[in-house]
């Protein structure tokens, strides 16, 4: 009796995004994969030394401004003093 193999959906790979947040210590680059944090850029004079540092990590990331908006939100509270406790889920792969 012949025997089908049955072809399980390979699992996509989510797309590298890139953002910068402006903050009063400079520019600092976040990137992520879906939901998840991949790298922080500590901050950096402006966007263009950001994106370099973006660029060696992932040449193919794109730019996403609404990118883990509420991690925007507490870096930018971070580095104007304010006490901060991150809630981000991490891509450690």
Known sequence: MPTTL???PVK???STE???IHTDWGVVGIIARGALLV????P????EQAHSVIEKFDATASLQRNLLPDLQQDITDYFQ?????????????
């Open 44 to 47: 950096t004079r402006n966007e």
């Open 6 to 8: 049955e072809m399980l």
């Open 12 to 14: 996509q790979q989510l």
């Open 81 to 93: 003093g304010k006490p901060v406790h991150f809630k981000v889920r991490l891509d450690l792969l």
């Open 39 to 42: 790298r922080l850029i500590l």
């Open 18 to 20: 890139f953002t910068f």
